[in-house]
């Protein structure tokens, strides 16, 4: 089922950022373009892997998020919700300091509120500081996170709840291995 993407995946080039040996590919980083077979593959399997019931909201993080949450909001007609970086100062709005493997930043979370029973998705969680910061953000509103799904899981990194992941990679300076899928 998820062919086209170990495929890419695997054919990824490798960068340096600082010791982080970080990949490009279209899902992850919008280059050079994203073909909608391959959105459409991975909108098939998140909604296939997830636990969509009585989900109100998809939220997603700015900016490699958002194109996967855009196909599954339209495959689910649920809600779409998009972390921002920058602030916009509605009431109830939530700043979130965001860690990941090569960056430090904020993000500011607007849309939900206490009751809401949510899932994330992403589209890489590599040392989880991005999502260990979406969990916190949407717990301090007091909605209810029911799952939460990644296209690519690189690391190990304990995210303090349950994280499903469709295609697990291994990164070294010079390749992408894929060494596990959720199907
Ligand atoms: O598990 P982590 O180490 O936190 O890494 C994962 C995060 O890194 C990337 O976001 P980034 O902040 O680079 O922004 P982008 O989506 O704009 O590329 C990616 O989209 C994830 O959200």
């Known amino acids: 089922m998820l062919e086209r993407l170990i495929q890419s995946l695997e054919a990824s080039p490798i960068t340096k950022r600082g010791e982080y040996n970080y990949f490009i590919h279209p899902i992850t980083d919008g280059v050079p373009l994203l073909e909608p077979d391959l959105l459409r593959e991975i909108g098939c399997a ?19 998020g958002i194109h996967i949450g855009v196909g599954l909001s339209l495959m689910t007609d649920i809600p779409l919700v998009v972390v921002r970086k920058r602030p916009y100062g509605l009431p109830g709005e939530v700043a979130v300091h965001q860690t990941t493997g090569y960056s430090k930043g904020e993000l500011y979370l607007n849309g939900i509120e206490a009751g809401d029973r949510v899932v994330i998705v992403d589209d890489v969680c590599s040392t989880g500081g991005t999502m260990r910061a979406l969990i916190g953000a949407i717990e301090s509103t007091g909605a209810e996170i029911a799952d939460i799904c990644v296209v690519v899981g690189r690391g190990d990194e304990e995210i303090g709840r349950p994280l499903k992941v469709l295609v697990k990679i291994e990164v070294s300076e010079t390749r992408v291995r894929v060494v596990d899928t959720c199907f």
């Open 46 to 64: 998140m909604v296939r892997c997830l636990d969509l019931e009585g989900v109100d909201k998809i939220v997603v993080c700015e900016a490699m």
